[in-house]
């Protein structure tokens, strides 16, 4: 089936699942949403997220998408019942793929999440956990500054690795073997992540995760695209200059693929 798959994130993040589910169903043509006018989600409150995920979610619906990936966590923690109620089409979120893979991942059952301020106190991969994998000890820490920090491009700069020692020194003393990184933006981190927590973590992407999932749902429902390339296409709603730059340093988008829908 030829329709597109709609994939959404607050701002450029979210591209980090795009470019894994591209990779993996090359024939499948995208639509991608950066709610770059709202961002960032990872401090906003239950209602805010879910109104802007629904504004979203609604557009991409418009443009016929056979089924909407939610790619920021943010979102997927604190909106995706909704979501699901309220869309009429399959919705995946990334919490649920990616706590699967940590279940899988550990061997001591000490597993940390790293994520936004609203994805940790949310408790959604904490429960995700619990339900998976019984006796498991999940800790879980937001780390506000990584956001900037990546939108800065600073993805292996000292200063990044100086606040992921901060941040990590909670998960590192409660002997973690895996760590979720729970936000959009993290994967970019992955190296200065890894020198920080050692080899003996291992670090968890959400990203390769849901990819996997869309592939089995689309295949269990028969929705595959026939085809073997796919175009996809961008927007945004708001400011593109960001967008653009790690859109292009991550996936080679340029200026004209991007159209720029703001919301009333
Ligand atoms: N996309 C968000 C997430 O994955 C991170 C950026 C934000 O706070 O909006 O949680």
């Known amino acids: 089936m030829n329709r597109p798959i709609g994939v959404f994130d607050s701002g450029v993040g979210g591209l980090t699942v795009l470019q894994a589910i591209a990779r993996r169903l090359p024939g ?41 990936v939610v790619a920021c966590n943010t979102a997927s923690a604190l909106a995706l019942p909704r979501l699901k109620r309220e869309l009429g089409i399959p919705v995946i979120g990334v ?4 706590a699967r893979a940590a279940a899988r991942a550990t061997r001591t059952r000490r597993v940390g999440i790293i994520a936004t301020e609203a994805t940790v106190s949310s408790n959604a ?7 998976l994998l019984p006796g498991v000890k999940a800790v879980g820490k937001a780390c506000p500054l990584f956001v900037p920090l990546v939108e800065e491009g600073w993805w292996s700069h000292p200063v990044t690795t100086a606040v992921a020692r901060e941040y990590l020194a909670e ?17 970019l981190l992955k190296p200065a992540l890894a020198s920080v927590v050692g080899p003996g973590v291992r670090l968890i992407d959400s990203a390769e995760e849901t990819a996997r999932e869309v592939a089995e749902l689309l295949e269990r429902l028969n ?4 085809r073997r390339k796919a ?6 709603s708001d400011g593109p200059k960001r967008f653009l730059s790690l859109a292009k340093r991550l996936l080679g988008v340029t200026a004209d693929r991007v159209t720029i829908w703001r919301f009333e």
Not at 95 to 98: A, V, Y
Not at 125 to 131: H, V
Not at 223 to 226: E, G, K, T
């Open 28 to 68: 499948e043509s995208l639509v991608y949403f950066g709610d770059t006018a709202h961002l960032p989600y990872g401090n906003k409150s239950r209602e805010a997220v879910t109104r802007f995920s629904l504004e979203v979610a609604r557009f991409l619906r418009r443009r016929d998408i056979k089924l909407l």
């Open 95 to 98: 919490i649920e793929p990616g």
């Open 125 to 131: 991969y904490q429960s995700a956990l619990r339900r």
């Open 171 to 187: 998960v590192s003393k409660a002997r973690v073997d895996t760590l979720i990184l729970g936000c959009t933006h993290y994967p």
């Open 223 to 226: 929705l595959r695209s026939p």
């Open 231 to 236: 175009a996809h296409r961008f927007f945004a």
